[in-house]
C-alpha cells in the first residue's frame, strides 16, 4: 500500500507565527475573563478580605516584633502583593484543567499552531489578571494607611518584581493543572502548594518569631525572598541582594516547569 | 481509483494491558467517506487520535497524504481538521469569537478567517446566534458549532468522531448533507459510527473494528447486503419456546433461523414474505410470539454475523457476553 502523493495544502510560513499563537490564546483567556466577572470579582474580595483582616487584627501583636518607626500596614503589604499574585497564578492551573476537560486543548493540539502558545498565552493572561488585582490592592493599601517609604519608581519596581513572581508561580500552576485535568481538583491541589510557601514566610510576620526549624524554611524559599525584596524598595534599605535572591527563584522555577509543562501539553489526555 | 489520502498499516496502540489498536491496516481513497464502525470503546477513537497527531502509536505507522503522523506530525496538522466525540468549543466566548480563533490559530490571515466564520455560520444555521455565548446554546448547535470548527481551515482531511451523537434528526440530516458537500469538493472524510445505517447512507467504505482489531473492511452496502436487508424477530415466552419456534422456523424454505435465549431472528431481503410464512408456521406449530420486530439490520447483527458475538461495549466485553448490545 502506498500512498500517492496528493497536492498538500501549503501552509504560509508566517514571520511571527508563534508570537501571534501567544497573543491569539492571551486574548481569548483575557475575553474569558471579561465574561466572568462574577468569577473576577469573588477571586478579589478573597484577597482584600485577607489585607483588611491582616492590617487590623495582627497590627497590635506584630507591631512589637518590629523596629521601632515602622508600621505593621507598611509592613503587610509588600507580603500581600506577593500573597495575591502567588494566589492569583492558582488560576492558571484551574483554566488549563477545565480546558483539558472540555477538549479544548485536545483541538489546540490538533491544529498547526506553536507548541508552547497555549501554556504562555494562558500564564500570559493570568499575569494581565494580576496587574489588574495588584492595581486594586494598591488603592486599596493606600485607603488602610499604607505609605511608600522610598518614593514611587522603587515601589513600582517592587510591583514588577511581585508579578515577575506570579508569572513563574503560573508554570508551576500549569504543570499542576495538566497532571490532574479537572478544574476542583486543581483547586484543591494548588492550595497545600500555595499555603506553606505564603503563610511560612516573611509575607505577613518577621521570620525571627517563628521556632528554629521553620526559619531554616521560611527564611530561604522564594516569597519570602520577594516579600523582602519589595519591604526593601518599598522602605528603604539595601535591596539588591534580595533583587537578585528572587530573580534567580524565578528563572529556576521557569526552567524546571516550563519544560515539564510543554512535555505534559504535548501528551496531554 | 484515485491515491490513497491515508494508509494505515499493522498500527497498534496498547494502554497498559490493554490492547486498544492490534495490527489495524485500512487505507482511503482520496475524495471518499470512509467510516470506523464499531461499539464504544472497539478502539475507534483511538485510531482517530493516532491519525490526528494526539497520540502516538506502539508499533505500525500511519500516513496523511503521504506524511507519517509522528514523524511528520507538524505537516500533518495543516492538512487535517478534526471534531472529536465532545464540543470542544469555548463556553464564554461567542459562536463567532470560537471559529475565529480557530481560524487564527490555524494560521490563516485575517481577511480568510473572517469570511471563512461567517460563511461556516450561516451553512450551519448559527448566522443569528452568532453573537452569543455558546454556554446559551442547545446541545445540537455546539456539536454544529464544533464541527464548524474543524471546518475553519478548508482543511483536505477531515475527522469525525461520532459526528451525529446527540444531534435531532434536522441537524444530523443537515451534517450529513454537508458532509456530502465536502466530499463533492475533494474533501476526504473519516467518520467513526455505532450505526450500520448511517455507514450506509454516508460512506462509501466502512471497517468494521472489533476489540481493536478489523474484521471486516468492505462497503457498508455489501454489508448489509450480506445480513439481508431487513430483520424479523419474534420474542417468545421462554427459551423452550423459542428453541421449539426454532426447530419449526428451520424446517420451512427461506433464511436460517438464529435463537438466542427466547429470541429467534430471521434476516432476509424480503421481509413481507418471511412475516407472513413465518408467522403462519408459529400458529401452525401453535407457538404464540410474545412481540415481533421488524427492523433494519443494526451493528449488533453485523456483529453476530461476523463473529458470533453480539458488539460488546469494551467495559463489558469482559464479563457481559449475555448482554444484549445496544445497537
Same mark, same amino acid.
Given at each position: 500500500?502506498?500512498?500517492?502523493?496528493?497536492?498538500?495544502?501549503?501552509?504560509?510560513?508566517?514571520?511571527?507565527?508563534?508570537?501571534?499563537?501567544?497573543?491569539?490564546?492571551?486574548?481569548?483567556?483575557?475575553?474569558?475573563?471579561?465574561?466572568?466577572?462574577?468569577?473576577?470579582?469573588?477571586?478579589?474580595?478573597?484577597?482584600?478580605?485577607?489585607?483588611?483582616?491582616?492590617?487590623?487584627?495582627?497590627?497590635?501583636?506584630?507591631?512589637?516584633?518590629?523596629?521601632?518607626?515602622?508600621?505593621?500596614?507598611?509592613?503587610?503589604?509588600?507580603?500581600?502583593?506577593?500573597?495575591?499574585?502567588?494566589?492569583? %497564578?492558582?488560576?492558571?492551573?484551574?483554566?488549563?484543567?477545565?480546558?483539558?476537560?472540555?477538549?479544548?486543548?485536545?483541538?489546540?493540539?490538533?491544529?498547526?499552531?506553536?507548541?508552547?502558545?497555549?501554556?504562555?498565552?494562558?500564564?500570559?493572561?493570568?499575569?494581565?489578571?494580576?496587574?489588574?488585582?495588584? %492595581?486594586?490592592?494598591?488603592?486599596?493599601?493606600?485607603?488602610?494607611?499604607?505609605?511608600?517609604?522610598?518614593?514611587?519608581?522603587?515601589?513600582?519596581?517592587?510591583?514588577?518584581?511581585?508579578?515577575?513572581?506570579?508569572?513563574?508561580?503560573?508554570?508551576?500552576?500549569?504543570?499542576?493543572?495538566?497532571?490532574?485535568?479537572?478544574?476542583?481538583?486543581?483547586?484543591?491541589?494548588?492550595?497545600? *502548594?500555595?499555603?506553606?510557601?505564603?503563610?511560612?514566610?516573611?509575607?505577613? *510576620?518577621?521570620?525571627?518569631?517563628?521556632?528554629?526549624?521553620?526559619?531554616?524554611?521560611?527564611?530561604?524559599?522564594?516569597?519570602?525572598?520577594?516579600?523582602?525584596?519589595?519591604?526593601?524598595?518599598?522602605?528603604?534599605?539595601?535591596?539588591?541582594?534580595?533583587?537578585?535572591?528572587?530573580?534567580?527563584?524565578? %528563572?529556576?522555577? *521557569?526552567?524546571?516547569?516550563?519544560?515539564?509543562?510543554?512535555?505534559?501539553?504535548?501528551?496531554?489526555? | 481509483?484515485?491515491?490513497?489520502?491515508?494508509?494505515?498499516?499493522?498500527?497498534?496502540?496498547?494502554?497498559?494491558?490493554?490492547?486498544?489498536?492490534?495490527?489495524?491496516?485500512?487505507?482511503?481513497?482520496?475524495?471518499?467517506?470512509?467510516?470506523?464502525?464499531?461499539?464504544?470503546? @472497539?478502539?475507534?477513537?483511538?485510531?482517530?487520535?493516532?491519525?490526528?497527531?494526539?497520540?502516538?502509536?506502539?508499533?505500525?505507522?500511519?500516513?496523511?497524504?503521504?506524511?507519517?503522523?509522528?514523524?511528520?506530525?507538524?505537516?500533518?496538522? #495543516?492538512?487535517?481538521?478534526?471534531?472529536?466525540?465532545? @464540543?470542544?468549543?469555548?463556553? #464564554?466566548? +461567542?459562536?463567532?469569537?470560537?471559529?475565529?480563533?480557530?481560524?487564527?490559530? /490555524?494560521?490563516?490571515?485575517?481577511?480568510?478567517?473572517?469570511?471563512?466564520?461567517?460563511?461556516?455560520?450561516?451553512?450551519?444555521?448559527?448566522?443569528?446566534? /452568532?453573537?452569543?455565548?455558546?454556554?446559551?446554546?442547545?446541545?445540537?448547535?455546539?456539536?454544529?458549532?464544533?464541527?464548524?470548527? /474543524?471546518?475553519?481551515?478548508?482543511?483536505?482531511?477531515?475527522?469525525?468522531?461520532?459526528?451525529?451523537?446527540?444531534?435531532?434528526?434536522?441537524?444530523?440530516?443537515?451534517?450529513?448533507?454537508?458532509?456530502?458537500?465536502?466530499?463533492?469538493?475533494? +474533501?476526504?472524510?473519516?467518520?467513526?459510527?455505532?450505526?450500520?445505517?448511517? @455507514?450506509?447512507?454516508? +460512506?462509501?467504505?466502512?471497517? !468494521?473494528?472489533?476489540?481493536?482489531?478489523?474484521?471486516?473492511?468492505? +462497503?457498508?452496502?455489501?454489508?448489509?447486503?450480506?445480513?439481508?436487508?431487513?430483520?424479523?424477530?419474534?420474542?417468545? @415466552?421462554?427459551?423452550?419456546?423459542?428453541?421449539?419456534?426454532?426447530?419449526?422456523?428451520?424446517?420451512?424454505?427461506?433464511?436460517?433461523?438464529?435463537?438466542?435465549?427466547? #429470541?429467534?431472528?430471521?434476516?432476509?431481503?424480503?421481509?413481507?414474505? !418471511?412475516?407472513?410464512?413465518?408467522?403462519?408456521?408459529?400458529?401452525?406449530?401453535?407457538?404464540?410470539?410474545?412481540?415481533?420486530? !421488524?427492523?433494519?439490520?443494526?451493528?449488533?447483527?453485523?456483529?453476530?454475523?461476523?463473529?458470533?458475538? #453480539?458488539?460488546?461495549?469494551?467495559? /463489558?466485553?469482559?464479563?457481559?457476553?449475555?448482554?444484549?448490545?445496544?445497537?
Amino acid at each position: 500500500m502506498t500512498a500517492v502523493p496528493l497536492p498538500l495544502q501549503r501552509p504560509a510560513r508566517r514571520l511571527f507565527g508563534p508570537v501571534r499563537d501567544v497573543l491569539a490564546v492571551a486574548g481569548r483567556n483575557l475575553n474569558v475573563i471579561r465574561r466572568t466577572p462574577r468569577l473576577l470579582v469573588f477571586s478579589t474580595i478573597q484577597p482584600l478580605v485577607f489585607l483588611v483582616l491582616f492590617r487590623y487584627v495582627f497590627a497590635g501583636v506584630a507591631e512589637k516584633t518590629l523596629p521601632p518607626g515602622i508600621p505593621y500596614v507598611d509592613y503587610l503589604m509588600p507580603g500581600i502583593f506577593v500573597q495575591v499574585t502567588v494566589f492569583g %497564578a492558582m488560576n492558571t492551573a484551574i483554566g488549563l484543567a477545565a480546558d483539558l476537560q472540555t477538549g479544548l486543548l485536545e483541538r489546540f493540539r490538533s491544529l498547526p499552531m506553536s507548541r508552547v502558545a497555549v501554556l504562555a498565552g494562558r500564564t500570559l493572561a493570568d499575569l494581565a489578571r494580576n496587574v489588574f488585582v495588584v %492595581a486594586l490592592m494598591t488603592g486599596v493599601g493606600f485607603a488602610v494607611g499604607f505609605r511608600i517609604h522610598n518614593g514611587a519608581g522603587p515601589f513600582l519596581g517592587g510591583l514588577v518584581l511581585v508579578l515577575m513572581f506570579g508569572l513563574a508561580m503560573s508554570w508551576v500552576y500549569a504543570v499542576v493543572g495538566l497532571a490532574v485535568g479537572d478544574p476542583e481538583t486543581a483547586q484543591a491541589a494548588g492550595f497545600p *502548594i500555595l499555603a506553606p510557601l505564603v503563610f511560612a514566610s516573611s509575607a505577613f *510576620i518577621p521570620v525571627t518569631t517563628m521556632p528554629g526549624w521553620l526559619q531554616a524554611f521560611a527564611a530561604h524559599q522564594p516569597v519570602s525572598y520577594s516579600a523582602s525584596a519589595v519591604r526593601a524598595l518599598v522602605l528603604g534599605g539595601p535591596a539588591a541582594t534580595y533583587i537578585w535572591d528572587s530573580l534567580a527563584w524565578y %528563572a529556576a522555577i *521557569i526552567i524546571v516547569f516550563a519544560p515539564l509543562g510543554a512535555w505534559l501539553y504535548r501528551r496531554a489526555a | 481509483m484515485a491515491g490513497s489520502a491515508i494508509v494505515v498499516d499493522q498500527l497498534t496502540k496498547r494502554f497498559g494491558s490493554v490492547t486498544a489498536l492490534d495490527r489495524v491496516g485500512f487505507a482511503v481513497p482520496a475524495g471518499t467517506v470512509f467510516g470506523l464502525l464499531g461499539p464504544n470503546g @472497539a478502539g475507534k477513537t483511538t485510531a482517530i487520535r493516532i491519525l490526528t497527531t494526539l497520540l502516538r502509536p506502539d508499533g505500525g505507522s500511519a500516513t496523511v497524504l503521504g506524511l507519517d503522523v509522528v514523524r511528520d506530525a507538524a505537516a500533518v496538522r #495543516h492538512q487535517i481538521g478534526l471534531a472529536g466525540q465532545y @464540543a470542544a468549543v469555548d463556553e #464564554h466566548l +461567542t459562536g463567532r469569537e470560537n471559529l475565529r480563533l480557530i481560524g487564527r490559530l /490555524a494560521q490563516l490571515r485575517r481577511a480568510e478567517f473572517r469570511a471563512r466564520t461567517d460563511q461556516l455560520l450561516t451553512r450551519f444555521g448559527l448566522a443569528e446566534a /452568532a453573537s452569543r455565548p455558546v454556554r446559551t446554546y442547545s446541545g445540537g448547535m455546539r456539536r454544529r458549532l464544533d464541527v464548524a470548527a /474543524a471546518l475553519v481551515a478548508r482543511p483536505p482531511v477531515l475527522f469525525l468522531d461520532e459526528p451525529t451523537t446527540g444531534l435531532d434528526l434536522l441537524s444530523r440530516n443537515e451534517l450529513w448533507a454537508v458532509i456530502r458537500e465536502l466530499v463533492a469538493d475533494g +474533501t476526504t472524510v473519516v467518520l467513526t459510527t455505532q450505526y450500520l445505517e448511517e @455507514a450506509d447512507r454516508l +460512506t462509501d467504505r466502512v471497517a !468494521v473494528i472489533d476489540r481493536g482489531r478489523v474484521i471486516a473492511d468492505d +462497503t457498508a452496502a455489501a454489508l448489509k447486503a450480506s445480513l439481508g436487508s431487513t430483520v424479523v424477530e419474534f420474542d417468545m @415466552a421462554d427459551e423452550q419456546a423459542a428453541a421449539r419456534a426454532a426447530v419449526a422456523l428451520a424446517g420451512r424454505r427461506g433464511p436460517r433461523p438464529e435463537r438466542e435465549s427466547s #429470541h429467534v431472528r430471521l434476516t432476509s431481503n424480503d421481509s413481507s414474505a !418471511v412475516l407472513i410464512d413465518s408467522l403462519h408456521t408459529l400458529e401452525v406449530s401453535q407457538l404464540r410470539p410474545v412481540a415481533v420486530q !421488524v427492523r433494519p439490520p443494526s451493528l449488533d447483527d453485523v456483529f453476530l454475523l461476523l463473529t458470533g458475538h #453480539h458488539a460488546e461495549d469494551a467495559q /463489558a466485553g469482559a464479563d457481559g457476553p449475555e448482554r444484549r448490545g445496544a445497537a
